[in-house]
């Protein structure tokens, strides 16, 4: 090979990697990019919203105390007869069934 062939076929490698290198920077910089315009799109977002509620609008604990679960048996309301199928938008509440205490509050056992 004659120095004249490698110099050309280093300055094509450089060059290739020139391009890499340089594709490589503008992708960074387009990611650095979108970072900071997301960064100033939510600190724009941030100064639009309410601030955080104060101690005194914080919500209180009832005079009684906390409110504690409820453990009994419902039992739901009986459906309305009819001559023909009702819709729910035609049943009581909306087609919601509304329930009731059960008479006994001990709980079921199965089997």
């Given at each position: 090979m004659t120095k004249a062939s490698m110099?050309?076929?280093a300055s094509t490698d450089l060059g290739s990697g020139g391009a890499f290198g340089i594709g490589l920077l503008v992708a960074g910089l387009a990611v650095v990019a979108l970072l900071i315009g997301a960064f100033v799109l939510g600190a724009r977002i941030r100064r639009r919203e309410p601030p955080p509620p104060r101690p005194e609008e914080q919500p209180r604990l009832?005079?009684?105390g906390p409110v504690h679960k409820v453990r009994e048996h419902r039992e739901p309301?009986?459906?309305p007869r009819s001559d023909r199928r009702?819709?729910?938008h035609e049943m009581p509440a909306h087609g919601n069934s509304p329930t009731r205490p059960g008479r006994?509050?001990?709980?079921r056992r199965w089997g």
């Amino acid at each position: 090979m004659t120095k004249a062939s490698m110099t050309s076929i280093a300055s094509t490698d450089l060059g290739s990697g020139g391009a890499f290198g340089i594709g490589l920077l503008v992708a960074g910089l387009a990611v650095v990019a979108l970072l900071i315009g997301a960064f100033v799109l939510g600190a724009r977002i941030r100064r639009r919203e309410p601030p955080p509620p104060r101690p005194e609008e914080q919500p209180r604990l009832p005079d009684d105390g906390p409110v504690h679960k409820v453990r009994e048996h419902r039992e739901p309301a009986e459906v309305p007869r009819s001559d023909r199928r009702l819709t729910p938008h035609e049943m009581p509440a909306h087609g919601n069934s509304p329930t009731r205490p059960g008479r006994s509050q001990e709980r079921r056992r199965w089997g």
